[in-house]
T-cell receptor, first 112, second 114 residues
Framework: GENVEQHPSTLSVQEGDSAVIKCTYS??????FPWYKQELGKRPQLIID?????GEKKDQRIAVTLNKTAKHFSLHITETQPEDSAVYFC???????????FGDGTTLTVKP | NAGVTQTPKFQVLKTGQSMTLQCAQD?????MYWYRQDPGMGLRLIYY???????DKGEVPNGYNVSRLNKREFSLRLESAAPSQTSVYFC?????????????FGDGTRLSIL
């Protein structure tokens, strides 16, 4: 089955700095890569996703890049703000009923 | 539009007791999922239902059963609770179309087994 590894497990940045979280996946047939943000005590919520036919996608301060050859994808957050502090999860799926395999999460702390 | 609703929000059980976690979605999604979330281990899939009338095992199905009651509802049952099942349980749903779609999560059920 699919295996998703996510790094780093914790990340601390100063407000205004950029943050990068990286994930690697094992199944070359995976074709959908969402990122979820989970604030403390809340539900995971989608923040951005990318499909295998696209190399990069941006949404304001958030961007995701995908390297299919190397089987890794990354989340980039620019101009970080304290409200970006949360746990971020990457996931990968291959069209099997939308079933996703999640990474173990990255706890991002943005210091004011 | 409530999205995905889970009940109860909190529950404490004794070892050996049974209970059912309820999940309902009002987005007319075909696919539904049950995950457990333990500290430092992300979201692990217990069972999923690609469409009404079908259920399949995920990564960690032992000790659990599910029922897809109708298109809206997908329940998770613990027949004989064990302390190792102490966790936060999330239900999610998504559309089932040609391309994968994001999952929409409920608020979770925090379950403690004593």
């Amino acid at each position: 089955g699919e295996n998703v590894e996510q790094h780093p497990s914790t990340l601390s940045v100063q407000e205004g700095d950029s943050a990068v979280i990286k994930c690697t996946y094992s199944d070359s047939a995976s074709n959908y890569f969402p990122w979820y943000k989970q604030e403390l005590g809340k539900r995971p919520q989608l923040i951005i996703d990318i499909r295998s036919n696209v190399g990069e996608k941006k949404d304001q301060r958030i961007a995701v890049t995908l390297n299919k050859t190397a089987k890794h994808f990354s989340l980039h957050i620019t101009e970080t703000q304290p409200e970006d502090s949360a746990v971020y999860f990457c996931a990968a799926s291959r069209g099997n009923a939308g079933k996703s395999t999640f990474g173990d999460g990255t706890t991002l702390t943005v210091k004011p | 539009n409530a999205g995905v609703t889970q009940t109860p929000k909190f529950q404490v059980l004794k070892t050996g007791q049974s209970m059912t976690l309820q999940c309902a979605q009002d987005m007319n999604h075909n696919s539904m999922y049950w995950y457990r979330q333990d500290p430092g281990m992300g979201l692990r899939l217990i069972y999923y239902s690609a469409s009404e009338g079908t259920t399949d095992k995920g990564e960690v199905p032992n000790g659990y059963n599910v029922s897809r009651l109708n298109k809206r509802e997908f329940s998770l049952r613990l027949e004989s609770a064990a302390p190792s099942q102490t966790s936060v349980y999330f239900c999610a749903s998504s559309e089932l179309v040609t391309d994968n779609q994001p999952q929409h999560f409920g608020d979770g059920t925090r379950l403690s087994i004593l």
